[in-house]
C-alpha cells in the first residue's frame, strides 16, 4: 500500500467514524448516567431524515441541523419519560423508538416528497460543504506530513471538526466538573445522590436529552455532510455500532475515540477491495469486506476485548424511597 492510498484510507476512516463517534459520546452521557439506550439507531434515523427534509425545503443545512437536533430530542424525551418516569425497560423502550424511527422517517420523507422514501438531494447552501484548514495548501508539498494535513486533517466539513473536539469536551465535563461527578453518581449510586438532594430524575433527564443533541447531530452529519439527502434506513445499523464502541471504550471519551476509527477504519476498507488484494494478496468478496464493521462488533459484544463493567445502576430505574 503505497502513501497516498494510505492517506485515501485515513480520510474516508475519518468520515465515517464521525457518526461513530457522535452517537457513542450520546451513548456515554446515557449510560453513565444509568440509563442504557439502545435506541441510537432511531434517534439518528430521526434526525437524518428531518435534517434533510427541512434543508432542502428551506435551503438552509443550518435550519435542517437544528430541526435534526430537534427531532432526535423529541425521541430521547420519549425514551426518557418512558423509562425514568413510568420506570420502563429501557431497553424494549430503545428498540421500539428504533422500529418507530424505521417507519415513520420513510412515510414522511414519502409524503413529502414522494421519491420511494428519499428526500430531494441536496445542493448548495443545503449541506455541510468541506473547510479547508489554514496552511494546507501551503503545507501540501512537505514530505509525509504536508500531504496528512492537506488530505486527511483538513477537507472535513464542520460536523467532522465539532464531534472531535467534543472528546476532550466530554471528559473535562464527566471527569472535572461538579454536574459530570453528580452524574457519574447517578450511574453507579442514586440513592446516595437522592440522599445528598439531588434529584435522580432531573440528571438522568439531561444526560438522555444531551443524548438526544449528540444523536442529532450524527444523524443530520449523515444526510447533509456525508451524503446530500436523506434515504431508507440510511444508518445502516450505525447506532448499533457505537454501542459496540461504547462497550470496548469501556465508558471513556478518549477510548470511545480511538475506538470509533477502529471500526470507521474497518468501514473504509470494505469501500477498497483493491486495496487488500493488492496488500495481502488476498480477493476478500466485497459482501464479506461489508460484513467486517459488523463482525468486530459481535467479536466485543462476546467480551473478547476483555471485560468491560457498566455503570452499576445502569438499566434500573430508581425508585425513590419513602
Not at 464521525?18 to 434526525?47: H, N, Q, W
Not at 437524518?48 to 434543508?55: D, E, F, G
Not at 496552511?135 to 486527511?152: F, K
Not at 444526560?207 to 449523515?222: E, K, P, R, S
Request: positive net charge; charged residues 10%; contains cysteine.
Amino acid at each position: 500500500m503505497d502513501y497516498a492510498t494510505l492517506l485515501q484510507i485515513l480520510d474516508t476512516t475519518l468520515r465515517l467514524a464521525t457518526p461513530l463517534l457522535l452517537a457513542c459520546l450520546a451513548g456515554l452521557y446515557s449510560e453513565r448516567a444509568g440509563v442504557f439506550d439502545i435506541g441510537l439507531e432511531g434517534k439518528m434515523l430521526m434526525a437524518a431524515m428531518s435534517a434533510a427534509a427541512v434543508a432542502a425545503v428551506t435551503g438552509s443545512v443550518w435550519i435542517g441541523l437544528c430541526a435534526g437536533i430537534l427531532g432526535s430530542m423529541m425521541f430521547a424525551l420519549v425514551h426518557g419519560v418512558a423509562s425514568i418516569t413510568f420506570r420502563g425497560n429501557q431497553l424494549i423502550a430503545g428498540v421500539a423508538l428504533n422500529f418507530v424511527a424505521s417507519g415513520i422517517t420513510v412515510l414522511i420523507a414519502q409524503a413529502m416528497f414522494g421519491q420511494g422514501g428519499r428526500t430531494a438531494p441536496l445542493t448548495g447552501d443545503a449541506r455541510f460543504n468541506a473547510i479547508t484548514l489554514p496552511g494546507a495548501e501551503a503545507l501540501s508539498g512537505v514530505p509525509l506530513i504536508g500531504p496528512l494535513y492537506a488530505e486527511v486533517i483538513s477537507g472535513h466539513t464542520l460536523l467532522v471538526y465539532v464531534a472531535l473536539a467534543l472528546v476532550p469536551i466530554s471528559w473535562w465535563v464527566l471527569f472535572r466538573t461538579r454536574f459530570g461527578l453528580r452524574l457519574r453518581a447517578v450511574g453507579e449510586n442514586p440513592a446516595s445522590v437522592d440522599t445528598a438532594g439531588v434529584s435522580v430524575k432531573r440528571l438522568r433527564f439531561t444526560a438522555v436529552l444531551i443524548t438526544g443533541i449528540l444523536c442529532g447531530l450524527a444523524g443530520a452529519y449523515m444526510s447533509t455532510g456525508l451524503q446530500a439527502g436523506f434515504g431508507r434506513e440510511m444508518t445502516a445499523g450505525r447506532g448499533y455500532i457505537a454501542l459496540a464502541a461504547l462497550i470496548f471504550a469501556k465508558w471513556r471519551p478518549w477510548h470511545a475515540l480511538w475506538a470509533c476509527l477502529l471500526f470507521g477504519f474497518f468501514q473504509s476498507l470494505a469501500l477498497r477491495p483493491d486495496v487488500i488484494e493488492k496488500t495481502f494478496g488476498l480477493a476478500i468478496p466485497v459482501p464479506a469486506l461489508d460484513a467486517l464493521p459488523y463482525v468486530l462488533t459481535v467479536v466485543v459484544l462476546a467480551g473478547l476485548v476483555g471485560k468491560a463493567i457498566p455503570p452499576r445502576a445502569g438499566g434500573e430505574p430508581y425508585v425513590k424511597e419513602r
